[in-house]
């Protein structure tokens, strides 16, 4: 193993060529010369940028060849844009602009997370999911440490954060959520890739502008625009199992200011040699730039078919998606952003020949949200309305194939909430202290949810016809709220960048509708609990990171740095769930639990950005492992890069504690503290006006000796398919 590590290491550390392309420069004020502390620089096209200091110096690194066109804008000053032809230090001026009115200050387009209460964030953008060698959305996460993707034999791919339930953490595509009104949880599996820029995972427990469901943190994806005229070919090949190929094929047109575009794609996977899936992605959007704002449009279709080389099971997996959004200006207001999209999934499957089943749901949402600023108060408002809707048909069959029963669930569920938050941003009066923000945020929800249940039992009475019963319908209102303060300080020192902070809340999650089925349907000598409740959260965060600045003149290290966060859920009446050995799992309300860590990180760029070093680990104390399954005790990865601009590779390693796991219908156990690696190695090449690029990546360098174990054996060590070593290659050109 040791001499894995050390190969690994002597072959990134002797390719030293061309590093990436680094931009340095400063910013004054063209009338009075002074160098002015803030501006923001951004390279346009991309989410890379920086911001002056206090001596109005810049250095931004990124992997895009000149000419690089930047943009540089500041409250006060007018916005300039520029292309840079070279790597030498540029001086720009910026001209003051007249600032009409002083009672309203307009805050400008802000992300939704800059809006909500200070969380530990993590961003993971496409160069960064490119360089990982990753094809499907979970392995593009695996750099997080607080992230655990969990996988079943079907390839679907649910997340947890901070060792909560997946039930707990909400996804969302576009404003889009994904998680299901059935389970409560997002399938990964079922996102393509190929079409996300950028990934957010918000780790606070308690996102006010997210839902009541987010007690667990947020999944927040961005979708790709049609910014130029383009297209792109990605085949990747697997060289380890035959089924393990990927394609997609894209274009992406510009006429003036609207872009269309759309992506194909396609995957197959084989699981343990036991079941094949085959996913088919389908993408289209467009986007208008108007003087006010912007608007986008997106369809999105995903198919997943599953089936066992025997024909014992088969399933097929359907969902669309169809969204629109506007941000900008509305009348004379900034800061407006509205949404709305549509989501329909439709899952059949056959269980042997025992059972058929057949579910639908639908969900449409809005959203409004505004920003603004009084005086030094940054103020969010939004209001938002979900209706979801479920429907499952399901067939028992006799051992001849005739049905022998038909059980029907109609359930429904909408949502109504406000949300509100306030941002008090003082100017510290200390040479080292920017910005003090006081942070309070609100949200209040009304919620309407419907159950109805029905069967059938065909042929009992011969031709007559049908014994039909119809239980009672359920009709449960409820208004869960939330709350969060929060405090939040920047500065700079001669020697280093800081910020903080620290906030506390509660928030609440309703059973999902799965759980009220579930509970309604189980054994009455199963039920402790008379009714299943609300589940309940307090929660407690801080955080504080350096960025240091003492390696000016090193031409080894260019910049360190730390960060260190503590975090604290506690739960009243949280849903677990019992396990039977002849039934699905049974809901119940616990008590109390909790789930409490720390976070470190720690990251080095080295020689002029071609060296990047990074190591993150999370330890978790979780109060019953049996209510909070499949989390390790402790998860590291480290993270080792070597950048240049034809040649990228980079290996990660991580560590997983000890866990406890369940699987429905199999059981549970304990797995064993394990280890495993990635490498990925890529070539970029600019040739006959097109960009080619060719990676050689091998998935879990560590267990190749577990490549050949059967289904049953890997189920005992805790592996699955995603756990596995594989090799893959994967070619993509691009225009």
Known sequence: ???????????????????KTVIRGVVSDKNTREPIVGVNIEVVGTDIGSFSDKDGQFRIQTNHLFPIEL????????????????????????????????????????KKYEADVSSSIDIVDLEDIELQGARDLGSSLRRVSSIKIDYSTSG????????????????????????????????????DLNVIEQIQVIKGGNSTLYGSGAIGGVVNMESKRAEKNGFYINQGIGQTYSDDVDFSAGATG???????????????????????TTSIFQNIFTNLDLNSGNINGRYYQFNKGLEFPSGGIA??????????????????????????????????????????????????????????????????????????????????????????????????????????????????????????????????????????????????????????????????????????????MEGKTPRLDYSFF???????????????????????????????????????????QFNFKLFDNSKILDGLDLAFGYFRNHYTNKIAYRLLEDSPPVP???????????????????????????????????????????????????????????????????????????IPGVGGGVIEPKENANLSISLRKKYLGLNWRASYTIRNILSKDEIDLSLEESLERGYNYFDKYREIITFKVEW
């Open 315 to 488: 399933t097929q997996d359907d969902m669309t998606l169809y969204s629109v959004q506007y941000d900008g200006r509305i009348f004379k207001w900034d800061g407006w952003s509205l949404q709305a999209g549509q989501r329909l999934w439709d899952l059949s499957q056959d269980f042997f020949t025992s059972l058929n089943e057949n579910l639908h749901d639908e969900s449409l949402n809005a959203q409004v949200l505004k920003h603004g600023r009084v005086g030094k108060l940054d103020i969010s408002l939004q209001y938002e309305l979900e209706d979801q809707k479920f429907k499952g048909i399901k067939n028992y069959k006799s051992l001849f194939g005739d049905t022998t029963v038909i059980q029907t669930g109609d359930m429904k569920r909408r949502s109504q909430a406000g949300s509100s938050i306030f941002q008090w941003e003082v100017l510290g009066d200390h040479p080292y202290v920017d910005i003090i923000a006081f942070e309070l945020a609100m949200r209040l929800n009304f919620i309407q949810t419907i159950r109805e249940q029905s069967f059938s039992f065909p042929g009992i009475l011969g031709n007559s016809g049908n014994i039909y019963y119809e239980k009672p319908g359920s009709f449960l209102a409820s208004t869960p709220s939330s709350k969060r303060i929060g405090i939040r």
């Open 71 to 110: 943009k540089m804008s500041h409250i006060g000053f007018e916005t300039v844009a520029m292309i840079i032809q070279d790597d030498q230090p540029i001086e720009i001026f910026l001209v003051p602009s007249v600032i009409t009115s002083q009672s309203v200050e307009v805050v400008g387009e802000r």
């Open 254 to 276: 510009r006429w003036k200011a609207f872009g269309l575009g759309g992506r194909y794609s396609g995957k197959t996977r084989a699981y343990g040699g036991r079941t094949i």
């Open 502 to 544: 620290v906030n506390q809340g509660n928030n609440t999650r309703l059973p999902s509708l799965s759980d009220f089925f579930r509970f309604s349907n189980a054994r009455e000598e199963d039920k402790v609990d008379s009714a299943l409740v609300n589940e309940n959260v307090s929660t407690t965060e801080g955080n504080l």
């Open 1 to 19: 193993m040791k001499s894995i590590y050390f190969t690994i290491l002597l072959s990134l550390a002797s390719s030293a060529l061309v590093g």
């Open 588 to 662: 119940y309300n616990t008590l109390t639990s909790e789930i409490s860590g720390q976070e470190f990180t720690i990251h080095s760029s080295n020689l002029d950005g071609k060296l990047n070093l990074s190591f993150a680990t999370t330890l978790l104390q979780i109060s019953d492992v049996q209510i909070f399954p499949n989390k390790p005790e402790r998860r590291s990865v480290t993270t080792i890069e070597w950048n240049q601009d034809w040649f990228v590779a980079t290996y990660d390693m991580t560590y997983d504690g000890e866990q406890f796991f369940f």
């Open 156 to 191: 679907k791919q649910t997340i947890s954060i901070r060792g909560n339930n997946a039930t707990d953490v909400a996804v969302f595509l576009d404003g889009i959520k994904m998680n299901d009104s059935n389970t409560g949880v997002a399938d990964l599996s079922s996102l």
